[in-house]
Nanobody, 125 residues
């Protein structure tokens, strides 16, 4: 199994910044490759939505609502992904989840998607 551990959430005023981090590790087997890592968010009463993701060797994708304000970055060797969030707005308030599509070697080789536990981001004055 793969664990994704997120950090960096919190309370910030409108216009402020936060940086989220996510690190992948295994409880059994080993990570052969992480094909895609990204961040989703879910606000109260709303569906979970993709915020940004990045495929290994590819260009990042951003939701229109965060373009120009958020930056996703990935350290392939360290199996981590960060989300730098600037000029935060109250509508960015949500639980942010890290997601990774992973090829795992554990007796067999298999692909699966894994999710973090979520970290709360609150933008309020």
């Amino acid at each position: 199994q793969v664990q994704l551990v997120e950090s960096g959430g919190g309370l910030v005023q409108p216009g402020g910044s936060l940086r989220l981090s996510c690190a992948a590790s295994t409880t059994s087997g080993r990570i052969r490759r992480i094909n895609n890592m990204g961040w989703y968010r879910q606000a109260p009463g709303k569906e979970r939505e993709l915020v940004a993701d990045i495929v290994s060797g590819g260009s990042p994708y951003y939701a229109d609502s965060v373009k120009g304000r958020f930056t996703i970055s990935r350290d392939v060797a360290a199996n981590t992904v960060d989300l730098q969030m600037n000029t935060l707005k109250p509508e960015d308030t949500a639980v942010y989840y890290c997601k990774a599509d992973v090829t795992v070697v554990s007796g067999i080789i298999y692909d699966n998607e894994f999710w973090g536990q979520g970290t709360q981001v609150t933008v309020s004055s």
